[in-house]
């Protein structure tokens, strides 16, 4: 296998597309996935997977029925499994790395208009 490096300014330029992850890479059964978010997402959880959610660009809030969390740029959050959850954009369009199982549907137990079933990889 070759090696490759991954700029993420350049990988998140190459698609427009907003709520529609994209798999920069693998780390054994887990998934590194780059997604734009740009307004409200749908509420979900996952029963299985936890996700971690960094603002690369942008700022971004994670609805949560216990109280939103607010983040910018370079913070992270960590929503462990089971946990009911909204992303949304506070701003114009906001870049975000995700760490998660490739198992992780992005809309996890609900299914909308958002629902991703099969990623494409940068």
């Known amino acids: ?12 330029a190459s ?6 992850p994209k798999v920069a890479g693998d780390i054994n059964a887990m998934q590194i996935k780059l997604a ?4 409200k997402f749908d509420w979900h959880h996952h029963e299985q997977e ?10 971004m ?3 949560l029925r216990s109280g939103d969390i607010d983040l910018d740029e ?7 499994h089971g946990v009911e959850h909204c992303p949304e954009a506070l701003t114009d369009e906001c870049h975000v790395l ?13 299914i909308t208009e958002k629902t991703v079933n099969n990623l494409d990889r940068l």
């Not at 734009?36 to 307004?39: A, I």
């Open 74 to 80: 370079g913070e992270m959050i960590i929503v462990p």
């Open 15 to 20: 698609f427009s597309d907003p709520w529609s």
């Open 61 to 63: 809030r994670m609805g």
């Open 36 to 39: 734009k978010f740009d307004g």
């Open 98 to 110: 995700m760490l998660e199982p490739n198992t992780t549907l992005n809309t996890g137990n609900v």
């Open 1 to 12: 296998m070759k090696l490759q490096k991954v700029n993420l300014a350049d990988a998140f």
């Open 50 to 59: 936890d996700e971690l959610f960094l603002v690369v660009k942008g700022k």
